[in-house]
């Protein structure tokens, strides 16, 4: 493997997740009480706990984003 495809690799995997990342953040501000009606039927969750859930969840996501797929990107973009 070359530097140019792992770049283009890394490029495309931090775009289509942060894009994943925008589509998860905008669907729970405008349907959260839909999602947290079907949640309710499959797992007892209070509303306190379900917002804390997926403000963690999206954090992680993030973080796991930047980590795995950001820093390779940047990295290889700049420093090879």
């Known amino acids: 493997?070359?530097?140019?495809?792992?770049?283009?690799?890394?490029?495309?995997?931090a775009v289509i997740n942060y894009l994943l990342l925008t589509?998860?953040?905008l669907f729970f501000v405008a349907a959260r009480d839909t999602v947290y009606t079907l949640h309710t039927k499959w797992f007892k969750v209070s509303e306190d706990?379900?917002?804390?859930?997926?403000?963690c969840g999206i954090g992680?996501?993030?973080?796991?984003?930047?980590?795995?797929?950001?820093?390779?990107?940047?990295?290889?973009?700049?420093?090879?």
Not at 1 to 13: A, D, H, I, P, V
Not at 70 to 78: K, N, S
Request: aromatic content about 32%; overall charge neutral.
């Open 60 to 80: 992680l996501f993030k973080l796991l984003v930047f980590v795995f797929f950001l820093t390779p990107y940047l990295v290889l973009r700049f420093f090879s």
């Open 1 to 13: 493997m070359n530097s140019e495809l792992l770049t283009g690799f890394f490029g495309w995997g």
């Open 23 to 25: 589509l998860w953040f």
């Open 49 to 55: 706990s379900f917002d804390t859930i997926h403000y």
